[in-house]
């Protein structure tokens, strides 16, 4: 056996009012209780430290800047760093990044059990749009506010294990675990910010939204042999529903534990990562029975292009 055991961070909502040290006490409470429960990863969710900024449509470079951190550990995170070292707990968890050269990513960290940060990745899959949409019940400005990530989807030597990130969105994609589970992948850790609302269709019922999620981390697990630990920030920030749902997910696709509320709350499970070797080693040996003679489309075409627009070109 090679257990990791795991605390998933919930984190109830968070108001464009409050400010980072008062999110960081929150984070170093989590930690404390899963100190506590005996755990050796904690992870939280996306963009932890601030309220989902991306809702907002901003124009001043300032106002938008406010919302990204320009190093870390920065003072505000200093007091999680040094808990998780001082209790020898690797964490992971969210936030906006500025580069020393101007470039913002949505960003997720990764540290050993000394609070160094071994692992970074910068969201690949970017949702929404750029401008004001007034179509939408609510604005969704990933794509203004971040450039796609440019690490790829890398995997980490960490507790025993090989873990990988990503980061909301991108866990509705295949190819972001499968691209992990070709590098051995035990366990993915994410986190998301996901609204209870669909913005393109209204009528689309909560109870959906959270089966759409619970299918593809489920999916994603199963079908690479990894655990999957999924990370919500829950409840209504400013007026804006988001959705809980925090699950950690067994290699062989089973949800094991769940969140029960939409507010800070740790959902802890120890993970064996010797549990992924069955998966691996039977239905998915990629090496027995990938055929990527045949997958060459997957990265050679963006877009789906039916049969009759392939066989003449595509239209002008
Ligand atoms: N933060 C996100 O990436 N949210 C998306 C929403 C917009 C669909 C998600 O996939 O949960």
Redesign the pocket.
Known sequence: MRLVKVAAAQMGPIQKADDRQTVVARMVELLRKAAEAGCDLVVYP?LALTT?FPRWYMTSEDEVDAWFETEMPNEATRPLFELAAASRIAISFGYAERTPEGRHFNTAIMTDRAGRIIGRYRKIHL??HREVDPARPHQ?L?KRYFEPGDLGFPVWRNLDGILGMC???D??WPETYRVMGLQGVEMIVLG????ATN?HAADEPPARRLFHHRLVIQAGAYQNSTWVVAVAKAGTEDGHPLFGGTAIVHPNGEIVAEAQTLEDELVVHACDLDATRFGKATIFDFAAHRRIEHYGLITSRTGAIPPEQAAHGTKE
């Open positions: 996306e989902f949702p929404g969704h990933e980061i909301c969105n866990r509705r998301y910010n996901t609204p913005s």
